[in-house]
């Protein structure tokens, strides 16, 4: 039977230097993400939930371990394929938005289709259709210091949809969110999940969070937890 | 794909304030290098376009100029029957001519400065079909009048026409202003070669012999023919080649200027260097963001680039400005070979602009490619993490 997993990461193990000290930041995670998957990542601070984020985004290499997105074998790939990939594959949703302030909400999510052969009239029809999908249609020409925090979150959920990646991770895409902020930015990945199909993989603290998912994994101490372990202490 | 230019546009705009004093320091160093080009392209042109290609300007062996030129009277005889030369209504077109030197009162400098003074017979004036008089008339013979150029005329006291100058063994009266086309004629003044030749006592000693020789040919003859007498122990140097000569005098001051322009471009590039370092350090998770939504580094070298010559270009913009007034500006430079002063208007041209515009760019470009690299080459991580 073929699989149809999305994320293939076997042994990884990451491990980096601060100061005189070897810090291990994940320790031999065994992962599978199947297609269509929406899956929080919950855990103490610097339990290697982010690190993980990172090395699937190939944002961050491992020390050891080997780790398949959509197939393909990212390590194996030279930084400029890795940047083509991850414009094509990955859409990312950081937790401080990390919109640029000089361009407008049109521009940031017109940004990575820049990256495309689409023409101009194209990449802006493509923005206004992602920027209508999170419900900003009416804020389009607006700075990020014109928006609220929750919007500013919504315009880098556009950004990360639009040029229709197949995986979206997000990094505490709450994190900085007031409650109801945080409930819209919640609901628009539920239904990214549910309606469009989209595999999310999110970082989060806030159990409230990561009861939109559907599966939680919980990691310690850079370890990943079996599937349906309890929430450790 | 590149960035789109809008993005480093904004980038230069919201932070106006550092751009505007960083372009302004460019554009100093810009405004120090078009000034001496402009100065050393006027200079150059009053002295390149003086004299005829067919003249030749006879001195004395050895003779840097003709201030410190000697020919005796008879020696003017043997120069006439020399063959080659052109007849004009039945006369050898040569000019027997005294130059000396004078101080007069400058408007704007009371200790004034030194200006030739050229003593000249009729033939002289008719041999520069060029020159032509703007005011006034020509000097009478034997009279004590002058004819200033026009350079002389506006910068120096009491040199307009009606006015009267004392040198000499008395005063002289300005009876006419000389155009002589932006030429080095144009900072002389001009008068009867024997009533100089009588105030200065000179009545047998000469500066020059100037000959119009009938073709090119006769003029190598010509040339040829005076080196090889050695009883007149004279030269013969092509008039234009004189003058060509003196733009040396500029070199002091263009050598000046260029390395005080080459001092203040490192510390430009510095300014430049130091900007660009900032905008890094600043957006350093603007950097991180855009490489994870797929940019590459080679994106973002460039990105940094291009906003670092649009800074140098707006400083080259404003050097261009701030020396544009001093075009046409009228002025002049002591002349070491005539001990005189030559006037000369300063000379912008577009060549010049370019060669400033392109100056700031190579700044910009020096200044902007190492924070650009730096920009470019951190991590992913690191630069996210940056606050």
């Known amino acids: ?233 | 794909m590149p960035l789109p230019l809008s993005y480093n546009l904004k980038n230069l705009t919201v932070r106006k304030t550092t751009s505007l004093m960083t372009a302004l320091g460019i554009g100093l160093t810009v405004a120090v290098l078009l000034g001496i080009l402009a100065l050393v392209g006027g200079l150059e042109k009053a002295l390149q376009a003086t004299g005829h290609p067919l003249h030749l300007l006879v001195m004395r062996k050895n003779s840097l100029s003709e201030l410190v030129s000697q020919v005796n009277r008879e020696a003017v005889s043997s120069i006439r029957n020399k063959p080659g030369i052109r007849q004009l209504d039945g006369e050898p077109m040569v000019s027997p001519e005294i130059v000396t030197v004078i101080n007069l009162p400058r408007h704007n400098s009371p200790e004034g400065a030194n200006v030739n003074i050229r003593g000249l017979p009729p033939m002289g004036i008719r041999m520069r079909p060029n020159l032509k008089l703007m005011e006034g008339r020509w000097f009478r013979p034997g009279q004590r009048e002058v004819v200033v150029g026009k350079s002389i005329a506006r910068r120096y006291v009491n040199a307009a026409v009606g006015d009267r100058l004392r040198f000499g063994r008395g005063d002289w009266s300005v009876v006419g202003v000389l155009d002589a086309g932006n030429t080095a004629f144009d900072s002389e003044i001009w008068v009867g070669l024997n009533q100089l030749a009588t105030d200065s006592n000179r009545m047998e000693v000469l500066s020059s012999v100037l000959v119009r020789a009938a073709d090119p040919v006769s003029l190598q003859a010509l040339q040829n023919a005076l080196a090889d007498d050695q009883r007149l122990y004279l030269e013969g140097k092509r008039e234009v080649d004189y003058y060509q000569e003196q733009t040396a005098s500029a070199e002091p001051v263009k050598f000046l200027g260029i390395f005080v322009a080459v001092i203040m471009a490192v510390g430009s590039c510095f300014a430049a260097m130091n900007t660009m370092y900032a905008a890094v350090a600043r957006r350093s998770r603007e950097i991180g963001t855009l490489r994870v939504l797929g940019f590459s580094g080679g994106s973002i070298l460039l990105a940094f680039v291009i906003e670092s010559l649009l800074l140098s270009l707006l400083g080259g913009l404003i050097g261009v400005l701030l020396v544009l007034p001093l075009h046409g500006l009228e002025s002049g430079i002591g002349n070491n070979l005539t001990f005189s002063e030559t006037g000369f208007d300063f000379r912008l041209s577009p060549a010049m602009v370019a060669l400033g515009v392109g100056f700031a760019s190579i700044m910009g470009l020096l200044g902007g490619l190492l924070p650009a690299r730096g920009a470019a080459r951190e991590s992913i991580l690191s630069a996210l993490r940056e606050l």
């Not at chain 1, 994320?7 to 990884?12: H, I, N, S």
């Not at chain 1, 982010?50 to 074998?73: E, H, N, W």
């Not at chain 1, 315009?155 to 990360?160: F, G, L, Q």
């Open chain 1, 1 to 233: 039977m073929v699989n149809d997993f999305v994320v293939e990461a076997t042994e990884l193990h990451k491990e980096f230097q601060r100061d005189a000290f070897q810090v291990i930041a994940l320790q031999d995670v065994h992962l599978t993400i199947q297609r269509g998957e929406f899956v929080a990542f919950m855990g103490p601070s610097g339990s290697g939930k982010s690190t993980l984020l990172y090395l699937i985004a190939a944002i961050d290499r491992p020390t050891r371990g080997q780790v398949k997105v959509l197939g393909q074998d990212i390590l194996r790939l030279k930084e400029r394929a890795i940047a083509d990939w991850r414009n094509e594959n990955i859409g990312f949703i950081f937790q401080t938005f990390n919109l640029i302030p000089v361009l407008t909400a049109r521009e940031n999510v017109e940004l990575p289709l820049l990256l495309t052969h689409l023409s101009r009239q194209e990449r802006a029809e493509h923005a206004a259709t992602a920027l209508g999908l999170v419900g900003l249609s009416d804020r389009m020409d607006h700075y990020p210091r014109q928006l609220s925090g929750g919007q500013e979150q919504r315009v880098a959920i556009a950004r990360a949809i639009v040029s229709d990646p197949s995986i979206i991770l997000a990094d505490e895409p709450t994190g900085d969110l007031d409650a109801q902020s945080a409930q819209e930015i919640l609901t628009i990945l539920s239904r990214l999940n549910r309606d469009h199909g989209k595999t999310i993989l999110m970082v989060t603290h806030d159990p409230h969070a990561a009861r939109h998912a559907s599966k939680i994994r919980y990691l310690e101490k850079g370890e990943l937890l079996p599937e349906g372990a309890p929430q450790p202490e």
